[in-house]
């Protein structure tokens, strides 16, 4: 289900969900901004998984300053600590369509989605420099449990924000290596749980161009739940999308949020309540920050969706970010709101 904005004012979101080779960027065009997504938590919920690529620092909040363009982010947390954090900048001739749908050069990521008889997904393959000397070696796979359930790629006008939710929920295992300088492994880690990708797309900074960002995820016994927030600031109002997917079938709908000053869970961490159409509810409460920069944060975060089943709680990840423009404006909705269930 694709949803158009009410009025040219409006911030214009558009969504779908596809492994199509041609999801991957659209290579003939150098102005092209892109952001792929793969993240992944463990079944007990104390380890992370992040791997993001960048065209360009401006489409990366998560992007360290010093980084360049064509950068991939590689993260690994136990119980809300970084065991590592890396990056790697592509070479400037590797075609950076080809890295993420085929194999990658010597040395480079390589990001390949393969069908095999249990099913389809993404290998995942890095070798990346770290502190002193020493590599992180990561063979991981994203098994997709559910994806390609919207594959008609929308059309939206120049500046506007494409969204591709390809894989959803994923079976994602494989193992982490260590090896110090001299080759010798230091530390290996095998990993399991439940993950999920997305493509954001766009003609313009997807950052630079924004006013604000929200972006929460959740993975549930037999659904799982998206919410996204983006404003351009060439926009009077922000597109606010709740998703929801359950039984290969992805629902749409129209959302708002409020924050509440009554829930506070110390350090700034504000619960957010997120109300959509046919009485759904999701209320998301940051519990460890694995992400703190003085705009973008990302969260390790207890969700609650509230439905006409009944409640379903799970672990998942919450991203925002807050740029100078807006956040005197969300200090005030701050101020005012309340969550639902007090």
Not at 81 to 88: D, E, G, L, M, P
Not at 101 to 117: C, K, V, W, Y
Not at 156 to 168: F, M, R, S, T, Y
Not at 201 to 215: K, P, V, Y
Request: glycine content about 8%; hydrophobic content about 35%; aromatic content about 10%.
């Amino acid at each position: 289900m694709i949803e158009s904005a009410n009025a040219l004012s409006e911030t214009k979101l558009a969504l779908w969900s596809s492994t199509a080779d041609g999801t991957w960027g659209d290579r003939r065009s150098s102005e092209r901004h892109v952001r792929w997504h793969f993240d992944a938590l463990s079944d007990d919920g104390r380890e992370a998984i992040l791997v993001v690529f960048v065209s360009d620092v401006q489409c990366g909040p998560d992007i360290q300053q010093d980084d360049a363009d064509r950068t991939v982010l590689f993260a690994y947390f136990v119980d809300g600590k970084a065991v590592c954090r890396t990056s790697h900048t592509l070479a400037s001739e590797v075609d950076i369509g080809n890295v993420f749908r085929l194999s990658g050069t010597d040395g480079e990521p390589n990001f390949i989605h393969t069908t095999a008889p249990y099913g389809s997904g993404y290998s995942v393959e890095v070798d990346l420099k770290l502190n002193d000397g020493r590599h992180l070696k990561a063979s991981l796979e994203w098994l997709s449990v559910e994806s390609d359930l919207l594959s008609d790629e929308p059309d939206v006008p120049a500046g506007d924000l494409k969204w591709n939710i390809a894989a959803p929920r994923a079976d994602v295992s494989g193992r982490i290596v260590i090896t110090e300088k001299s080759g010798k492994t230091k530390n290996v880690r095998h990993f399991r749980g439940t993950g999920f990708h997305d493509q954001r797309t766009s003609s313009h900074d997807i950052i630079a161009g924004s006013r604000e960002w929200l972006w929460c995820r959740g993975h549930f016994t037999d659904l799982t739940a998206i919410f996204f927030r983006y404003w351009s600031r060439e926009a009077d109002k922000p597109a606010n999308k709740l998703v929801l997917i359950r039984d290969g079938q992805m629902c749409s709908y129209p959302a708002e949020f409020v924050f509440s000053e009554e829930r506070l869970l110390g350090r700034g961490r504000t619960p957010i309540a997120i109300h959509a159409g046919d009485g759904i509810e999701m209320r998301v409460a940051p519990l460890k920050t694995i992400r703190c920069g003085e705009a973008f944060k990302r969260y390790i975060a207890d969700i609650t969706i509230k439905a006409e089943d009944g409640l379903h709680r799970s672990n998942g990840f919450l991203e925002t970010l807050s740029v100078p423009i807006w956040q005197s404006r969300l200090g005030t909705l701050w101020k005012k709101a309340k969550l639902p269930w007090q």
